[in-house]
């Protein structure tokens, strides 16, 4: 793996969508978010609680200072405002491969292309830029919309990890593994441009 391209502070930046290095003071907003949302109501989801989102994003950020993931805040270009967040996680430089994960996205944010151009913005910087021989997505099992997204990329079923994690309300999380291959890639972002044309055409632009 290229190792300038895993240290932070990284920007992605596409049409409508900028990841921006997460900051802790990059809290409040998202709070805000989480709330107006009432996104950590969703059982099978662990988005932190406006409570919770000081501590979580501290820990992404120590995280972050070991080398193991990069965190960033997403920014609605076009309406100027913060949407969610996201990272590269589970870095692994000496089988160059990582994880998307962590990532949520605001209520009115979701099914407005905005995933699927954050997505290709970060598979694009995985694999053309860091060297990544595979990126890897996980989920719950229940996960139905997320199932959904993380398939209409192109990454395909690795396996189910049976009770793999013990979920905030005291149930056992079924995740769904699903990887794209340094192989696959270039099929992938054919189809990723054309997701995006699809959206820009429908929204009327």
């Known amino acids: ?4 391209h895993t240290k932070p502070p990284l920007t992605l930046e596409g049409t409508r969508v900028k990841l921006l290095p997460l900051a802790q003071e990059h809290s409040n907003a998202m709070k805000v978010l989480v709330q107006a949302g009432e996104l950590q109501k969703i059982w099978y989801t662990s988005i932190p609680n406006p409570e919770q989102m000081d501590g979580e994003i501290k820990r ?9 993931m990069i965190p960033f805040s997403v920014w609605d270009k076009e309406r100027e405002c913060f949407c969610g967040m996201t990272t590269y996680m589970h870095i692994d430089p000496q089988h160059p491969r990582l994880e998307i994960g962590s990532t949520w996205l605001a209520k009115d944010s979701q099914r407005r292309g905005i995933n699927t151009e954050m997505k290709f913005l970060m598979l694009k910087h995985a694999f053309e ?7 890897e997505f996980r989920t719950h099992f229940m996960n139905a919309q ?10 395909k079923l690795d396996g189910i990890l049976r009770s ?6 005291g149930s056992l999380r079924d995740t769904c593994v699903y990887s794209i291959t340094r192989a696959e890639w270039p099929s992938v972002r054919s189809n990723l441009h054309h997701l ?8 009327g632009r």
């Open 1 to 4: 793996m290229n190792a300038p």
């Open 60 to 68: 992404r950020l120590g995280l972050q200072s070991i080398g193991s």
């Open 129 to 135: 830029d860091m060297g990544c021989i595979a990126v």
């Open 146 to 155: 997320s199932r959904r997204a993380i398939e209409r990329l192109g990454a």
């Open 164 to 169: 793999h994690q013990i979920m905030k309300d």
């Open 196 to 203: 995006q044309s699809q959206t820009y055409q429908s929204q």
